[in-house]
Every structure is written in C-alpha cells, then in structure tokens.
C-alpha cells in the first residue's frame, strides 16, 4: 500500500501540477482579446479625434460663407444708398448695413475661434497618431508573445497528459478509478490527503482512531469517513 500511496502522490501531483497549465491557459484568450480592445479603442479615439477636426473644419467653411454673405450684403447696400429718394429709405439701408457688419464681425470672431480649436484638434490628432502606432505596434507583440506562449501551454500539456496517462495505468484498475472518481468529485482538487493531527487535510475532520490504525498497519488502501478521499500518514509513506 505504501508505494501505491506513493504512486498516487506522484499522480496528484502531475494532475495538480496540469490544473495551473490548464488555468493559465484559459485566462489567455481573454488576455489576448483585452490587447485586442485596447488596440480598438486606440483606433476609435484616433477616429474620433480626427472626426472632431472634420467638423471644425466644416463649421469654419459654413461661417465663411455666411461671412461671405454678410459681406455682399453690406456691399449691395452700399450700392442701394446712391438710389434711395428718402430719409426714411435712407435710415432702414444704414440699419442694415450697420446690422450686417455686427453680424460680420461676430461670424470673424467665431472663425478666428474655430481655427484655434481646430489647431488643438490638429495637434490632439497628430499626438494620438503618433502614440497610436507606437502603441499599436507594442500591443501586437504582446498578443504574439500570447499567442506563441498560447500554443506552447497546448503543447506542453498535451505531453503531460500522455505522461499522466502513463502513471495512471502504473496504478491498479480499481485504484485509479477511484482516484479519477475523487478527481471529479464537486470542489475536490486532492484526492489523496495526509491525517495530520487526527485530522483529514482534505475535510479538517477529525478522523477516528480506528481509521488512523488501519493507515498505519498498511494493509489497503483506506478512505476518510467524511470526504471519501484517500487518506494517508506522512510518516508511513516519507523517503527512507
């Protein structure tokens, strides 16, 4: 019973040593598609900077043509002046005028405006550019660095495995059906525990005299009375 003991310690312990391959590789996609996102949302800021420039650059061509028509307004009223026959014609021209050029001068403040905006749009687009492809360029290395190490935890697995499969069948039938048992068992990791203080590692309840005795003599393979798991004496099965 002791080198069975020690047969299935070797087997936990590939099996244990599998569980932490196995969860690393499982939170690699979801590190690969988070590089992934980053890279997405570098390329929507960068398209939302340069959107923002567009619409700058839009609304200073619509003022510039309103500036355009306030201009030719003045100017057709100007004209309009040299015709009028009365005060009071005269009067209502000069009011248009003088209302065009206030409309004029604030379509050129809000011009002037909206090409200081669209140089700090410019130079915000230009920085996210730049950085974006710096960036860009870094996180797609990461992902190939992830994607290689990806494959190489498939592989190194893969070979463990057969490796797992060969110590499993070092074991007797009935012992290593059981052992798989426990493996699959709800919450449970180790199926084989040390009794460490008359207590099972695996559950921490104390066991019964009767139980530890029977480890002790060796004679079969012997079970907690509360978990079910494989249960064992340190000392028993230690390297002499």
């Known amino acids: 019973m002791k080198q069975q003991i020690k047969l299935l310690l070797a087997l936990q312990e590939r099996d244990l040593e599998m569980d932490r391959w196995r969860g690393e590789l499982a939170a690699i996609p979801a590190t690969i ?8 949302a570098a390329k929507a800021a960068l398209e939302g900077a340069k959107k923002e420039m567009t619409q700058l650059q839009l609304a200073k061509k619509q003022k510039e043509l309103d500036l355009e028509g306030q201009e030719s307004s003045i100017r ?3 004209t309009d002046l040299n015709a ?17 050029k206030l409309e004029k001068s604030s379509l050129e403040d809000q011009i002037l405006q909206l090409m200081e905006q669209m140089d700090q749009a410019s130079r915000v687009w230009k920085e996210k550019e730049a950085h974006s492809k710096s960036d860009e360029g870094g996180l797609l290395q990461k992902i190939s ?3 290689s190490r990806q494959k190489a935890t498939e592989q190194t697995l893969a070979a463990k495995e057969a490796e797992r499969e060969t110590a499993l069948a070092a074991l007797p039938k009935k012992l290593s059906d059981q052992y798989v048992k426990l493996r699959h068992g709800k919450h449970v990791k180790a199926a084989v525990v040390p009794i460490r203080a008359e207590q099972c590692v695996g559950c921490h309840m104390k ?3 009767n ?17 079910s798991r494989i249960v064992y004496l340190e000392e028993t099965v230690a390297v002499t």
Request: hydrophobic share 35%; glycine share 6%; charged share 30%.
């Open 145 to 147: 660095e992830w994607e």
């Open 207 to 209: 066991v019964s005299q």
């Open 84 to 100: 009028v026959k009365t005060n009071e014609a005269y009067r209502a021209l000069m009011g248009e005028i003088d209302k065009s």
């Open 76 to 78: 057709k009223h100007a």
């Open 211 to 227: 139980l530890i005795n029977e480890v002790r003599r060796g004679l079969k393979i012997m079970t907690c009375e509360y978990c």
């Open 33 to 40: 598609v988070g590089l992934k996102s980053e890279i997405q």
